[in-house]
């Protein structure tokens, strides 16, 4: 895969386990904090303590 994100932009890349489990729309404001904070948070609200599921979160650099 390759793309761009636009400078200060959050991607959020996750396995399939968390798919039906949350949306961007549930967390207002939750992609101003830190990348961390951000998969925590998900995974927190989305109840996986015994699930596999993995999340990487990353914001684009700022110039």
Not at 39 to 55: C, K, P, S
């Amino acid at each position: 895969f390759q793309g761009r994100l636009d400078p200060g932009a959050v991607l959020v890349l996750h396995s399939d386990g968390l798919s039906d489990r949350w949306s961007p729309a549930d967390f207002p404001g939750l992609f101003r904090r830190r990348p961390s904070t951000i998969a925590g948070h998900i995974l927190t609200q989305a109840g996986v303590r015994r699930d596999d599921a993995g999340i990487l979160v990353a914001r684009a650099a700022t110039p």
